[in-house]
């Protein structure tokens, strides 16, 4: 066990020196850069964006920088944004939390929803419900989110008036209420675009224990269906799900960053979009290393979580 | 991020630019001292107001690189020496007067400068401010380790003496006129702040500014919104609004919703979009105003592509481009059309220029004259050469990639061939525009900045990818231009320099480097009951008088 | 599957519609109407432009922002006063080119890749599979972003992009898929016959993990629709006047409360080509009795 954790550390970590290598050379290498956006700025010379270029250490060669940025980065150092003057871990962790409100909310309602449908069709297999939640939940999964999210301004916010189309809350306001009415829309939208993962995943877990012989002994036993859905289904379906939540981690971070753009959310998708459009590599760097060690944790977990949960699963 | 933020002190007025010359008298010192006597009544602040920027302000420091989004957090917080109004005179702030030729605060020949200060004012931390903020401001300004925004002008500062606390004095390297109306966007920052401060660029400052001005720092939750305090110690008459917050709507179309559903007082930079100005006009409880700016969209050559090289075919181009559609149809008849590149406004504005004819069989003509014959393909060519070009623009401009599309139509009926090749931002305005690596672009771009002198846009020897130091990225080359500018920036006297600018602006329309389409006008909207809203050309953003707000 | 199935594969009649896997995708009905769409929007979009009276490139300045069913416009005019049936239409042609396009390149390369690192293994294949995990670890807005940076964008260019973010996911299917076949005994028997590495990879490996290689090669031209529409949207895809799904929804936001269906007609295609190509990789996965990581 310990030896096979080196091993996987091992393989994040020149996991992430790729990731950053091509990171940096894509985002370097592209033409424009940082101080473009300052060409048409009143009295702005072709000297001083030299020196400006010189000051920043952008003239240096880009292996250079590369090892530059590395070298402060392993001493916990992730540099300074350009465009917002904080240390980049500060302007990361200041748009965490509205994403992470956005990915919880959006998975709670997946979740839910897809645990509830996916139960209910493996029960009544076959059945109408059982069709129509199947074709439902692999058309949301079809529909792209940013327009999805453009249809649901639309319907529920130009048309209907009902909620609002965009930002995480009112300013002044700010009550729990005033948070959840701006939250329905984008976690909705997140959220039932990934109904159809949990659903067939309940759906497949829930048919395999009907079948097993406990659940009859159990029925047997004269226990009530509901009660042995509590007791059986849902727990030992329980932690492959956090598995399944594991890997779908980084898919959930690539919906919430549509959605945020959509929706204006001041969240890591807007920070994201806005960095690159002002080619601030510190920021974009770091949420690059960021997503990619979220995505590595994850995987991680979900391996180490299948070895507990099903002992025939050997790690190493 | 969009090309239009160019800076734009734009239109000095005839006056001004006389005063500041010392040709006639100025007019300006009466208005001094109205700040001192607001000063004494005590202030009284009610309500909040909220103001909507479709980009997020993030630098504080005035003088660090940023873009004119952060100028609405520095004129709430700081004061400049003395500012700039709506008609372009100069209105004294943290100095007494402004200095003038009449007055001894410039000396006749323009070089040495003398500048006295309030005594009253104090810093947002109550410390005091002096002459010595003024000396680190211009200091900092052109330290060679700060990421200073702008050293042109300050670079010529020497000899920068304190006099006393409320005075101080200057010697400029060489006379230069615009130096007063960069004054006048150079706000003074507090030397305390930066004592013992190793790395200014990342000063604690810069996070939390101090200033002298109507607002105090209170809160700033990035992405989202900063809000401001009234300063109740303020020298100058108000602020009158307890609270003032700047919130960030990324997103053009949300952001009128909001305004539209009251959660957003004031359209901030970037405005309403033309397409909502007929339903805006209508919003009861709202004011919404059209206002001319400075900038003036075209569409630009690169004058080294062969195609372009002949002035028939520029010529054939102009008559071919359907201005009057493009203003009234896709910018709903807001933007006046321009045949210059000096705003209308401006004292040396020529309003003899040829006007534009639309006449797509003048545009044939002018083609079949020069020789250009229509080939197998449709497509008009001439010694083999192709009249086939890209055309550039922001990415995500949605009216302008409309217009790119109309005029794509138009140009293929008369055998051209324009393709449409749009970059995101940071592209666009990088190297690709600076050295000249476009074939055509559409652009909206401020010519003037404070003075009529636009050497660095068509100076021959101002083009980046000749190794020049400007922005005449479309390479134009006119020795008569040439010899007009120097002319031009070497006279001291408005009248004679105005001679020169008319000249150029005829000389230029008839060049045609670049095809004048119209005057920016953008729509300004904002509730009903906000006092004291007052656009202003020179300056580069709605709340430089934030001060003067109030409500109800 | 081999444990149900009385009679050996090889007596099966050689008619390929006799198939056991063509005759379960033909029974599996959601795939049907998955292909009953793509074949319905492939026709419009072949002979649709032929049958409209409008040319989808031609501006009409006074016929802006037509709502559907005025005259002669079913789906009503864009904000240049173009056909939007006759841009759907010659729009569908380009992303579903786009889709398709990018669909075979990032299979071919990831085939390529998943079949070299699975059979080979060790060195090779680490660090084949590490490449994969890097280019995964990547928020593909990311990458779809960077790149157009740096190209200008055309179709053929956009394909390029999507097939670059797209291959990955291939490669590691097939890498696990050989990877468990490698040491099977035909593979054995292959090698002991002297076949060549290239031999057994083309000839005994690929052929194995044609099901999962066919299954993902199919939501890839979903995903490939997706992302097309995505990046268009944001402008920095397929460039006007060309239409593609995704560049007529661009700027469709601003117009969302006076003309919505600038928004709604474009991505209604886009859903149910995506939709269809999902069904169509459901029935296949059945068919071709592909387990999917999931169920």
Known sequence: ?316 | MTDRPLGSFATLSRRQALTLLGATAASVALAAHAGSAAAAMPKTVKGQLTIAFSQEPTVFNPHLLHIEVDEGIHFSIFNPLFGIDENGKFTPALALDVPTVENGGISADGLHWHVKLRDDVQWHDGKPFTAEDVKFTLELLVDPAFRSWRRAGHDLVRDLTVVSPTEITWRLEKPYAPYASILASTFIVPKHAFDGVADKNNASFNNAPIGTGPYKWAERVAGDHILLTANTDYFGAGPHLEQVIYKYVPDLTVLYTQFKTGDVDVTGLQWITPDHYDEAKTLPGKIVQVVPGATIESLTFNMERPQFKELAVRQALYAALDKATIIEALYYGLPKPAESYMPQESFYYNPDLPKHVFDLDKAKALLDGAGWKPGADGIRAKNGIKLSFTNSTTAGNHIREQVQQYIQQNLKSIGIEMTISNLPPAVMWGDYWMLSKFDSVIVGLDFVTGDPDTSDFFLSGASPAKGGGGQNTWQYVNPEVDKLLMQGASSFKPEERKVAYLKIQELIRADLPFLPMFQFATVRGRAQDVKGFTPNVNTRIDSWNIGDWSRG | MSAVSLTPESSAPDRWWRHRAVQRFLRHRLALIGLAMILVLGAACIFGPMLLPFDDLFIDLRARFAPPLTGAHWFGTDPLGRDLAARLFMAGRISLLVGFMAMLTSTVIGSVVGVIAGYRGGLVGMVLMRFVDAILSFPSLFLLLALAAFIKPSPAMITIIIAVTSWTEIARIVEAEVRSLRDRDFVLAARMLGLSRRSIMVHELLPNVAGPIIVAATLTVARAILLEAYVSFLGYGIQPPVPSWGNMLNGAQQYLANAPWLAIVPGVAITMAVTAFNFIGDGLRDALDVRSELD
Request: aromatic share 10%; net charge positive.
């Open chain 1, 1 to 316: 066990m310990v030896h096979y954790l080196g091993g996987r550390l091992w393989q994040s970590i020149v996991l992430l020196l790729l990731v950053s290598v091509i990171g940096f050379a894509l985002l370097h290498l592209a033409p424009g850069g940082p101080l473009s956006q300052f060409t048409l700025t009143p009295g702005m010379t072709q000297a001083q964006m030299t020196h400006l270029a010189a000051q920043m250490g952008l003239d240096r060669p880009l292996p250079i920088q590369y090892l530059d940025w590395l070298w402060h980065l392993l001493q916990g150092d992730w540099g300074r944004s350009y465009r917002d003057n904080r240390p980049v871990a500060q302007v990361i962790f200041g748009h965490l939390g509205a994403t992470l409100l956005l990915m919880v909310s959006g998975m709670a309602i997946s979740l839910s929803i897809g645990v509830y449908v996916g139960i209910k069709s493996a029960i009544n297999r076959g059945s109408f419900f059982d069709y129509m939640t199947t074709v439902g939940s692999m058309i949301a999964l079809s529909i792209p989110t940013f327009w999805f999210g453009l249809i649901a301004i639309y319907l529920f916010s130009v048309k209907l008036g009902w909620l609002p189309a965009g930002n995480m809350y009112t300013i002044g306001n700010g009550s729990l209420l005033d948070y959840a009415r701006h939250l329905i829309l984008p976690a909705s939208v997140l959220g039932l675009v990934d109904v159809a993962t949990w659903s067939r995943y309940m759906r497949t877990a829930t048919l395999e224990v009907i079948h097993q012989d406990f659940v009859r002994t159990a029925r047997a036993k004269g226990l009530s269906h509901g009660r042995i859905l509590r007791r059986h289904v849902i727990g030992n379906a329980l932690l492959p799900m956090v598995t399944l939540a594991g890997m779908q981690l980084p898919a959930m971070l690539g919906g919430a960053l549509v959605a945020e753009t959509v929706f204006t959310w001041p969240g890591m998708g807007r920070l994201f979009r806005d960095s690159l459009g002002y080619s601030d590599y510190p920021v974009v760097m770091g949420l690059l290393m960021f997503s990619a060690i979220l995505v590595l944790v994850g995987s991680l977990v979900t391996d180490l979580l299948a070895a507990v949960i099903d002992p025939r699963i050997r790690l190493g």
